[in-house]
């Protein structure tokens, strides 16, 4: 190895370390703008009926709103010779006469603790055919008052992602 070969590696190598360290640090300060921006998008007006610091009265969860929207009935078998057992599909078993259900709007029927567990992770849709199971007003109100800051936190990242791979375009 000749002396300008081994000067040009000790020349490159600091220079590309460092054009590594300059392009990580703006990719940080970019993404922070961006962090900063899209949590802009969350500050809601005072008297919004999105807004978590109003003086409304506290919204009723998710869950509770299904809960009240959708009744309890006893399960009654069918008869007949074209008769087929229902099934739950979330624990995968029939569902027996007499049972607890809760019977969607689009007609889907489920046991109701199965259901009520679906409804605990805030799906406010059917779980077979994703019909929503509030109005739409009802439901972006209940979604937007149950979220905590690690999930408004999530959103911003899920954001993050989309426009990353442009970040040099702001």
Not at 142 to 167: C, H, K, N, Q
């Amino acid at each position: 190895m000749n002396l300008n070969t081994f000067a040009i590696i000790i020349l490159f190598l600091p220079c590309f370390l460092l054009l590594i360290i300059i392009s990580e640090a703006v990719t940080r300060f970019a993404t922070r703008v961006m962090q900063m921006h899209a949590r802009s998008h969350f500050d809601w007006p005072q008297d919004s009926l999105f807004s978590r610091e109003g003086h409304a009265a506290p919204k009723q969860s998710l869950f509770q709103q299904c809960k009240q929207q959708l009744c309890v009935k006893k399960y009654k078998c069918g008869t007949g010779q074209h008769w087929e057992p229902e099934r739950c599909v979330f624990c995968l078993s029939d569902i027996s006469d007499g049972e607890e259900i809760r019977e969607l709007r689009c007609r889907h029927i489920f046991h109701r603790a199965c259901l009520d567990k679906w409804l605990e992770h805030r799906w406010a849709t059917c779980p077979i055919c994703r019909d929503c199971l509030l109005p739409t007003e009802e439901k972006a109100t209940a979604a937007v008052t149950d979220m905590d800051d690690d999930e408004i936190e999530e959103m911003g990242i899920a954001f993050l992602s989309y426009y990353r791979p442009r970040w040099w375009m702001w």
